[in-house]
C-alpha cells in the first residue's frame, strides 16, 4: 500500500512538471498536436498505478514532454505549421455563409450560427468576417457601421485607472506583488488598518492599483471597501 502511494504521489508531481513545461499553450488552443502530447503524458503516468515500471514511466514522460516541446518550436515554421496546425477558415464574408469552407471545417452550420450568437450576432448579415481559426476559437469582424465606437474615433482624452495588484488572497499576503509596486508588508497592514480591516485573516481579497496605490478591499461576503 505505502509503495503504491509513494507510486502514485511521485507521478503525480512529475506529471504536473511535465504539463507545466510544455506552457500555456498546451490548454489554450488545444491543436492536434497539443491534445496527443496531453493524451500520452496522462497514458503514461496511470500505467505505474497497476505495473511495476515506473522508471520507464517517468523516462517516457519526460520524452514526451521534450518531444512536444520541440514540436511547438518546429511549428514556428510556416510550413509546418499549415501541415500540422492548419490555418484559419473564412466561413462568413461581408454577412453571407461560405457554405464550402465550412464544409472542411467539421462544424455544422447549427453550431456556427450557435457560437456567433454567443459573441452577441445574432444577425449574420452583420457580420464582416468570420473566421475559424486553427484551435477550433472563432473570429468575428463585425461591419463597420456596427463596431464599437472607440474613444479615439470621438477624439477623447482617456486617464489610466490603473492594474489592480492582489496583495491578499483568501487572507494571505502575495509578497511577490508587493514587490512588484515597490511595497512591503508592513506598508499592507497600515494601509488595511486604515481601512478598517486590522485583521487580515477578515479579508478573502484585497488588490491595490499600480498608478495611485489605493487599496480595494473585499470579505467575500457581498461586500466590498476602497482605501
Known sequence: MFLFLGKLI???????IIIRSMGKSAFAQLTAHDLAGIFFVISLATGP??????????TGLIVVGLIHIGFSKLMLFNGLNRIFVGKPTIVIKHGKLVRENLKGTHFTLSELLSEVREKGYPNISFIDYAIIEPNGGISIVPQQDIAPIT???????TTYHGLPIAVVIEGRIQHQNLQLINKGEQWLKKELAHAGYPDRS???YAAVRDDDYSLMVDTGTGSTGEG
Do not use: E, K, M, R
Open 10 to 16: 511521485l507521478l503525480y508531481f512529475v506529471t504536473i
Open 49 to 58: 498505478i497497476v505495473t511495476n515500471n515506473i522508471g520507464y514511466t517517468i
Open 151 to 157: 474613444p479615439a474615433q470621438l477624439d477623447i482624452d
Open 202 to 204: 477578515n479579508v478573502f
